[in-house]
């Protein structure tokens, strides 16, 4: 019902906002057609030719050549290749050398179209210029006997002022250092603050936009503690306190800033474009300001991160930036402790030593299930005594009939007597509960997974796909997952086989619950990553046969039922709590009592007033 509602509010009021737009858009196209019609195209050229001398009017004693080309380097080591530009001093093209897109294609994190690094600095009297609108001077790459590679792009006026962009590349790493290194740093910059900006695209990558952007987000550490926020449809976000780094974390990688000096202070702002056409999931830009000390000379280190958003190699850093790996945020923020130490030391274990990751995911889930079958024997356990003790309940009902209250207060002392716990089931089942969302966090986050085949999946990253549909189904999607089906298929199994084994199945609502809850994972889970429903499959048959041996071969139901009847005969002894619970009872039934005595008194006068009339 709460579905259906939204649905139709948001329905609504999709509605009216159609019709506002169409009311705006019919007065424009009337106020268009008074105003004079221009020609577009000699307006963007108009607007070109004014900005790019504005631009070299505002260079002032850094003037430029207005016949400068901007020139392109080409920096790699053994995971990137990194274009820069001699146009603002800057990388332009950002090339993951070990991975590709989903269709096989180089992987380029930063494309060149938006992505910039750029401050503002005085160029003479009133004026100031971008330094990402200057061409800087190059010299050629130097390769130190480590292998570190340095570039270096240096902008000079005739006062003797001087700024340098520094470069540093060191072998089998994605974090490039830069440095900012400023001569007249006192005259270049206003009140001893760099204002930069750094703008980010975050291109599609992966097969499923819309889930891709949904496991993506803006991530920060504030003040030393870390913190993110989701990608949405956009939005804005200011900064008054002192900033670590700011990274756009796609589904898989990230680009971050890393100033070491931090930002005092900065403001964020993205974009989610809704034509899905343009293969973009979002457009960041960040103004950052940083701190610089007194005196012509300065020096400002900032650290820039091209790669993938993997746990070992970010915790490399020390700098908290492996907390953008999603293992476990919110209400359920603890589960992360449980991926850290547990599930990936020993996933990463057994990758190194088998080479398939299906059936690491399946001995994993294996390991797992043996660690909680304490747990589930419990369950089991309590189930078959609840079981036990049907006939008895049932006869309270019909002993007690509609007096719901009565009737619990005798069953609650038939489980004491027994000693039987009524959440004896379900507590060891919550106790689970962490361990599902823990693998499900992992599955999704785990960056090892991507691009690896198994039986039919070819990605266990992305959901695998037996047949895709020429149409979108509602709340399913346009393909059809066999993994989720088998998932679904063992969920209700157990189901239906613990609907056997039920203590009450006369509940007409309990009958259809088996059902319900299969039909809404086949929604669920049929955009999941391939890996999470083939864990849920496995674990589901490890289900199916630890309940068949339980209940068939560990569990003696004639000894369980002889222990409950022995514990029937032990002296109950009343702790402080129970008295107390007990006296409320016993006082709850004398006022009843005295209410229906009331109510009869009431009723005999009712009916002598009306036989005198």
Excluded at 61 to 77: G, H, P, T, W, Y
């Amino acid at each position: 019902m709460l579905a259906v509602l939204f649905f139709g509010y948001f329905y609504y009021s999709r509605q009216g906002q159609l019709s506002i737009e169409k009311q705006k858009q019919h007065i424009q196209d009337s106020i268009d057609r008074l105003n004079p019609k221009t020609d577009n195209n000699l307006g963007k050229i108009n607007s070109i030719q004014a900005d790019s001398s504005l631009k070299l009017a505002s260079s002032g004693s850094f003037l430029q050549d207005s016949s400068a080309k901007e020139q392109l380097i080409s920096v790699q080591n053994q995971v990137l290749k990194i274009t820069f530009t001699t146009k603002g001093g800057q990388p332009k093209i950002v090339e993951l050398k070990k991975f590709k897109t989903f269709d096989h294609k180089p992987l380029i994190l930063q494309d060149g179209t938006f992505n910039k690094i750029s401050y503002p600095i005085n160029t003479g009297l009133n004026q100031t210029a971008q330094t990402g609108d200057l061409f800087f001077n190059t010299r050629p790459v130097t390769e130190m006997p480590d292998g570190t590679q340095v570039l270096s792009f240096t902008l000079l006026n005739a006062e003797g002022q001087k700024i340098e962009h520094q470069y540093i590349l060191k072998t089998a790493e994605y974090m490039l250092d830069f440095n900012v290194n400023l001569l007249g740093a006192d005259k270049l910059v206003t009140q001893n603050t760099l204002n930069l900006t750094w703008q980010v695209k975050v291109p599609q990558v992966e097969r499923d936009e819309t889930y891709e952007k949904l496991q993506s987000h803006i991530s920060y550490v504030k003040e030393g503690d870390y913190d993110f926020d989701n990608l949405g449809s956009g939005n804005d976000k200011k900064f008054d306190k002192p900033l670590d780094w700011i990274t756009v974390k796609q589904q898989f990688f990230a680009t971050a800033i890393v100033p070491k000096n931090r930002f005092q202070s900065a403001e964020i702002k993205w974009e989610v474009p809704q034509d899905t056409s343009t293969h973009i999931n979002a457009l960041a830009t960040t103004n950052g300001r940083i701190n610089i000390a007194n005196g012509s000379l300065a020096n400002i280190p900032i650290q820039l991160y091209y790669g993938p958003s993997d746990y070992t190699i970010l915790k490399s850093y020390g700098n908290q930036m492996h907390n953008i790996v999603p293992l476990g945020s919110g209400i359920f923020a603890f589960v992360k402790y449980i991926n850290r130490g547990f599930v990936m030391p020993v996933f990463n274990f057994m990758a190194g030593k088998i080479a398939s990751f299906g059936l690491v995911i399946a001995l994993l889930t294996i390991i797992i299930r043996l660690l909680i079958s304490p747990l589930t024997y419990q369950s089991y356990l309590s189930g078959a005594k609840m079981k036990l003790l049907k006939p008895e309940i049932d006869s309270l009902k019909l002993k007690f009939g509609e007096d719901k209250q009565a009737f619990g207060m005798e069953q609650m002392k038939l489980f004491k007597s027994a000693g039987v716990n009524p959440l004896g089931g379900c507590i060891p089942a919550l106790l689970q509960i962490p361990i599902f969302f823990a693998l499900y966090n992992f599955f999704n986050s785990n960056i090892a997974l991507r691009g690896q085949s198994f039986l039919w999946a070819k990605d266990l990253s992305a959901y695998d796909s037996i047949y895709d549909l020429p149409f979108n189904i509602p709340f399913y999607g346009a393909h059809i997952s066999l993994f989720t089906i088998l998932a679904v298929v063992t969920s209700l199994l157990i189901s239906l086989y613990g609907m056997a084994n039920m203590q009450d199945n006369s509940n007409p609502v309990m009958k259809y619950m088996p059902f319900i809850f299969p039909v809404i994972l086949l929604g669920v889970f049929n955009k999941l990553p391939s890996a999470l429903t083939w864990y849920y499959t496995v674990s589901n048959v490890i289900t199916l046969v630890i309940q068949f041996v339980i209940q068939k071969y560990i569990i003696n139901h004639e000894k369980i039922l002889a222990q409950l009847q022995e514990n029937k005969k032990k002296p109950r002894v009343k702790n402080k709590w129970q008295e107390r619970i007990e006296a409320m009872q016993d006082s709850n039934k004398k006022l009843q009592s005295m209410h229906q005595k009331n109510a009869q008194q009431k009723n005999v006068q009712q009916k002598n007033v009306k036989k005198t009339k």
